[in-house]
């Protein structure tokens, strides 16, 4: 048995450690070395200590990028969880239609963001559906170049985003209605609990560990957004959808090969993403544990 | 009597459920969640009926009328955005990355994971530790060094560079899960398997492996999802035509034809269609593969 035969034991492990020391290990550090250097298109380059950091915190284009990312995760996080939250309860309570509604809303989370922004890039047109839908039900004022306006490129980018995944947060907190013990629900609707003070004096506290796997998950997939903004408006109108995903991107692949400082505000992105999902998490599970 | 009370309350409620009642008492305010639901589920479907029914419809009827009900149908548009995106090719290298890397971290994943759920030792611990603080580390961060590592191994432009990036990226998950499995698998399956003269080697992949099979499924699905749609390892490690993957050649289409509905819609049914008919004979799974991730944290 393995527990008794060591070296087994690490033969076992290590193909995958290896794999992982050489492709995720490595190039972390090797990503924090870069960042200390001035290396253009993959040359080494020299050792120039924190300089792109003190770039990093007067460069405004990637200030701005962190307000846009941020910005853009919180919408996300927010509206993601509230719709999905809303279409578990709905569909809970609705034990016939559960699986049927619940596949239907879960087919744009199977789509890839390319083409989800091919869709949405075209809906969203000028003289595409949405435009057409609001001058027939009267609502021509309503018509707007989503895309092209810096106003509303991001949110209408966000509004994708949650379209893709509301079905997957609504799969999130049912699974947490599944879980809940239906004796102690079946106590509450005998009681006479019904309605909203049902929902925030037990459904709401018994969702706790749902609602802190479906903010995490949100949070740190809208922070890395990318391909949503690459495909669907390459960072524009006027940088008003340049995240920080974009920058890098653009810095590294973008033609200038400043691989140093693409790294740099890489390692940006890696604390910004640690730190508020750290964060968020563990207010969420110590929310958790008094509950 | 007490327990009579108890007992029946379920059975009670069970009949209220199958009589119609549901979870909730009927009314107004319930007839009116059941209108929003139903038009919230359509809001969330319609862009991909949308999809569907726009790409079938001729591309002169589309711009007349982008919302129109269909009057004819036509395959015209699917077989340009075929031969536009060359799906054929694409489709293949798609297949190659994703097979070989499902193949990979299930073996690796399982093969890691076995040891560091049956041995508590602090190293194991730590070795799990490590796996899984890797899941957060986000892909931008290490792909200007995956970069220049791959250029210098000459694994750029090669299947084989992508297939380990991604399984070294997927490791942490395949073995957060397996290891989460194995704990449940009772011990005394092996000691039985050993007593009956099996090498660990054997009882591995002959007795445990087998077992593992839910669970691979649901990996399967996590993979197939996040794999096929990727879109920037093969855009940034491929630039052999010949190696593009589906994502990577339908987003060669933005820019020239960015506003094309005959062209986009269709071209996006293309990317989605392999997953649809796969995931239509392993439904059971696909919630449990997407919320899967939800399970790591």
């Known amino acids: 048995m393995i527990h008794r035969r060591p070296l087994l034991a690490a033969a076992f492990i290590a193909p995958a450690v290896a794999m992982y020391l050489a492709l995720i290990v490595y190039p972390l550090v090797q990503g924090l070395v870069l960042s200390v250097t001035d290396s253009k298109v993959g040359n080494a380059g020299t050792f120039v200590g924190a300089a792109n950091y003190a770039k990093l915190a007067s460069d405004g284009d990637v200030m701005r990028a962190l307000g846009i990312t941020v910005a853009y995760a919180a919408v996300v996080v927010v509206v993601q969880n509230a719709v999905g939250l809303a279409l578990a309860r709905a569909l809970y309570q609705r034990p016939r239609v559960r699986q049927l509604g619940s596949t239907l809303i879960l087919v744009p989370t199977l789509m890839s963001a390319v083409m989800a922004a091919f869709v949405w890039n075209s809906l969203l047109a000028p003289n595409g559906a949405i435009n057409s839908l609001l001058t027939s039900l009267g609502l021509g004022s309503l018509t707007h170049v989503w895309l092209g306006d810096p106003s509303t490129a991001l949110w209408a980018i966000a509004l994708v985003n949650i379209w893709m995944f509301a079905g997957y947060s609504a799969a999130i907190f049912l699974a947490g209605y599944m879980n809940m013990s239906s004796e102690l629900l079946d106590a509450a609707s005998v009681d006479g609990a019904t309605g909203w003070r049902r929902f925030v004096s037990i459904e709401w506290p018994l969702l706790a560990p749902a609602t802190t796997v479906g903010v995490t998950l949100a949070l740190i997939g809208s922070l890395k957004v990318f391909e949503l903004p690459f495909v669907m408006t390459a960072g524009g109108p006027a940088g008003s959808t340049k995240t920080l995903t974009m920058i890098i991107f653009a810095k590294i692949f973008g033609g200038e090969g400043s691989f140093a400082y693409g790294a740099t505000i890489a390692v940006l992105l890696l604390v910004v993403v640690v730190v508020l999902a750290g964060v968020t998490q563990s207010l969420l599970r110590r929310r958790e544990e008094r509950i | 009597m007490a327990n009579t009370i108890t007992s029946a309350y379920p059975i009670a409620l069970r009949a209220l459920r199958r009589a119609g009642g549901g979870v909730v008492r009927r009314g107004p305010l319930v007839l009116a969640g059941d209108v929003i639901l139903v038009v919230v589920v359509i809001l969330i479907f319609a862009p991909f009926a949308y999809t569907v029914v726009t790409s079938l419809r001729p591309a002169v009827d589309v711009i007349n009328d982008p919302l129109g009900w269909p009057t004819s149908l036509t395959v015209d548009n699917i077989a340009n955005a075929y031969s536009k995106i060359n799906y054929t090719q694409g489709l293949i290298s ?181 997953l649809l008919v796969v995931f239509a004979f392993l439904q059971r799974y696909i919630v449990s593969g997407l919320t899967m991730g939800a399970v790591k944290s």
Not at chain 2, 105 to 120: D, E, F, K, N, W
Not at chain 2, 214 to 227: C, H, I, K, M, R
């Open chain 2, 94 to 274: 798609s297949t190659v990355v994703l097979v070989g890397t499902l193949v990979l971290t299930i073996v690796l994943g399982s093969l890691a994971a076995y040891p560091l759920a049956r041995i508590s030792r602090s190293w194991t611990t730590w070795v799990y530790r490590i796996f899984i603080a890797g899941s957060t580390v986000p892909i931008f961060v290490l792909i200007a060094p995956l970069y220049l590592l791959l250029r210098d191994l000459g694994l750029l432009n090669s299947y084989v560079g992508v297939i380990l990036t991604y399984t070294a990226i997927n490791l942490p998950v395949a073995i957060f899960f397996y290891t989460s499995f194995f704990r449940q698998i009772p011990i005394e399956l092996e000691e039985a398997a050993a007593i009956d003269g099996s090498g660990p080697l054997r009882t591995f992949f002959v007795v445990l492996f087998p077992l593992l099979r839910p669970v691979t499924a649901t990996l399967a699905t996590f993979l197939t999802l996040s794999v096929w749609n990727d879109l920037l390892l093969p855009l940034v490690f491929f630039q052999d035509p010949a190696l593009k993957t589906v994502m990577v050649n339908a987003y060669s289409l933005v820019g020239s034809y960015t506003l094309d509905p005959s062209l986009l819609f269709p071209a996006a049914l293309l990317g989605v269609a392999p």
